[in-house]
């Protein structure tokens, strides 16, 4: 009877030791993935915020995220307990999962919509800076004076951009290397164009003023037929929105008018699998639907 005992002890001992063991294994594991995880959430964060020049330090924006991840989930949590005849543990840990997903990655997305709609800016207001600076270049200044021509006006952003590639060259960075900077910067095609043209031209000699003219028409024809796409497309846009959306609005709807219906989902394996199954369906169908309405010219 003692061996036995002392055996079953023993067992214990080296149960809980196991268990011990791989509990600090997983800790570590998910300590150092989360660690990896955020110092590239704040690098990446960090070029977005330089992008759209906003002075803010990058780790902000993953606590702002890692808040709004958690008043989603408090909000929906909350009006599931309120407004749900028959909420269970399972169905609120769910919709808290769901919802603080997807707004864990919502600042980063204002970040690239803001850098998209300045891109957007920058583009259109490039025609009229291609045209006063072959103006300035036909009056005698040199290609930096015509910069600056561009840069002392008032027209953000690009004279922010022009500004910030004068101060360069004044700090004593070629012409060549600041222009390709501020290509990589902005990420714009036509922008490229205008770089490419103004360091051939400025080893082979070229003429500038005639260069000038006839990017700016590129340019105006360019924008005109993305303003065209863009209406074009403007309908398959919004149905991907509403297809993302109706989902998730029918498990609301069917949730308050069928709850016990919905509960056979929310408080069984099977039911979580298939709803995290539809979720990830439906993320699937949107991302192709934006790939198919977006064309670049």
């Not at 005109?224 to 998730?248: D, E, K, N």
Request: with cysteine.
């Amino acid at each position: 009877m003692m061996e036995g005992d002392v055996l079953i002890a023993l067992a214990s001992i080296c149960s809980g030791v196991s268990i011990l063991l791989v509990t600090l294994v997983v800790v570590e594991f998910f300590s150092y993935t989360s660690k990896t995880y955020k110092e590239r959430y704040i690098k990446e964060a960090a070029v977005e915020l330089d992008d759209v020049l906003l002075q803010m330090p990058a780790g902000r924006i993953f606590d702002l995220s890692c808040a709004l991840s958690c008043l989603a989930a408090f909000i929906g949590v909350s009006a599931i307990v309120i407004f749900s005849p028959a909420w269970s543990l399972s169905r609120a840990v769910f919709v808290a999962l769901i919802l603080a997903g997807g707004a864990f990655p919502l600042p980063r997305l204002y970040l690239r919509h803001k850098k998209k709609i300045r891109l957007i800016l920058f583009n259109e207001q490039l025609e009229d800076a291609l045209t006063s600076m072959s103006s300035a270049l036909r009056s005698g200044f040199s290609i930096n004076q015509a910069i600056e021509v561009v840069a002392q006006e008032n027209r953000r952003p690009i004279s922010v951009e022009f500004r910030l590639l004068m101060q360069e060259i004044r700090l004593g960075v070629p012409v060549d290397e600041a222009l390709q900077k501020m290509v990589n910067r902005l990420g714009s095609d036509d922008f490229e164009l205008v770089a490419t043209a103004i360091i051939t031209a400025r080893q082979t000699g070229g003429e500038l003023t005639a260069i000038f003219q006839r990017l700016a028409g590129v340019i105006r024809e360019r924008t005109r037929i993305q303003g065209r796409l863009r209406s074009m497309t403007a309908q398959g846009r919004l149905q991907a929105y509403v297809v993302g959306a109706m989902p998730f609005i029918l498990m609301l709807a069917m949730n308050y008018v069928a709850p016990q219906m919905m509960s056979v989902f929310f408080n069984s394996i099977v039911g979580i699998l298939i709803m995290v199954g539809v979720c990830m369906l439906v993320l699937i169908g949107f991302l192709v639907i934006r790939k198919i309405t977006t064309i670049d010219i």
